[in-house]
């Protein structure tokens, strides 16, 4: 079922929290700090978390699913598993994300006109990854796309990472790029 609620609430416990709702809305900022698994959305649905998102404290295994939106406020994720075709927008708050892994042929679309930050490896086999923003790719790790589509960055971009590959794939840089890829 969806959620609608002011507030929502979670302790660092072991237990996994899925808030699957095809709809819904969070209207303070929610911060879930289970030890376990979180999974957010449906596949088609659409969740709102009005005060901002903030899934940095989750330990365990995030998969996102559907549109995950902020209203104007900071969406922020761990390394997250693309559960089904994902899009994520937080109008001009800023998008951090731990890092992206998907096994299956799962878009991924971010719109913002804050910065997007991308601290993780970025991999796994995807149709297209859209990102519409500032974005900020430092990353430890490699940018692995296999059989891809097309990777399309809108706005300014900054890369810093170790490798970057695309097997079967397009990388497009619709602005300026700087990099200092090692």
């Known amino acids: 079922d969806s959620v609608f609620a002011n507030t929502l609430t979670t302790y660092a416990h072991g237990y996994s929290l899925s808030l699957l ?11 879930p700090s289970n ?22 404290s989750v330990s365990g295994l995030e998969t996102l699913n559907g549109t ?11 390394a997250v598993t693309l ?4 899009s994520l ?7 951090a994300i731990g890092g992206i892994v998907t096994a299956a042929a ?11 930050t991308i601290t993780g490896a970025i991999n796994g086999t995807t149709a297209d990854i859209d990102i519409t923003a500032t974005v900020i790719i430092n990353v430890d790790e490699a940018i692995t796309l296999t059989d891809a589509g097309s990777v399309t ?10 490798n970057i590959t695309t097997v079967g794939g397009d990388i497009t840089f619709d602005n300026a790029v700087t990099t200092d890829v090692g």
């Open 21 to 31: 709702g095809a709809a819904g809305t969070i209207v303070d900022a929610f911060a």
């Open 35 to 56: 030890t376990g698994a979180l999974t957010l959305g449906q596949d088609g649905g659409s969740q709102t978390y009005t005060g901002g998102l903030d899934t940095s």
């Open 68 to 78: 995950i939106t902020t209203t104007e406020t900071a969406l922020t994720l761990g």
């Open 83 to 86: 559960g089904s075709d994902v």
């Open 89 to 95: 927008a937080s109008g001009s708050g800023t998008v």
């Open 106 to 116: 799962n878009n991924f679309t971010v719109s913002a006109s804050g910065t997007t």
């Open 153 to 162: 960055l809108t706005g300014a971009v900054t890369i810093s990472n170790k």
